[in-house]
């Protein structure tokens, strides 16, 4: 009987473990791919759902470091040359948000949450 009841608390442990990963899982933000190569924001144009939070995966191709930069966003972030770097942002009203390359102010884009 004991090991009976320390394999039946064995699996209520593991269910609850996968439970719990699994509603992490679901509870992610969403990322949202962004690439800084030849000078320019790819895709320059980023649409969100409005009212959700979500992360920015910002990738410098680019053999010099970069500055996403959003005074709409009071975001500034210097993404390294060659790196990848992950910025959380707080879920947006329904709007357009504009960002740059501080470092190259030509590199513009901008986030249309809907």
Do not use: H, W
């Not at 009212?51 to 680019?62: G, Q, R």
């Amino acid at each position: 009987m004991r090991s009976s009841f320390k394999r039946l608390i064995a699996c209520v442990v593991v269910g609850l473990v996968s439970v719990a990963g699994a509603v992490s899982a679901a509870d992610a933000p969403p990322e949202i791919p962004l690439t800084i190569d030849k000078n320019q924001f790819q895709p320059n144009e980023v649409k969100v759902k409005a009212n959700t939070p979500f992360v920015l995966v910002i990738t410098n191709k680019s053999a010099k470091a970069a500055e996403f930069e959003s005074k709409d966003l009071r975001v500034e972030k210097v993404v390294p040359a060659g790196k990848t770097l992950n910025v959380r942002i707080r879920a947006l009203k329904p709007g357009t948000y504009s960002f740059l390359d501080d470092f190259n102010q030509q590199a513009t884009g901008r986030i249309v949450a809907e």
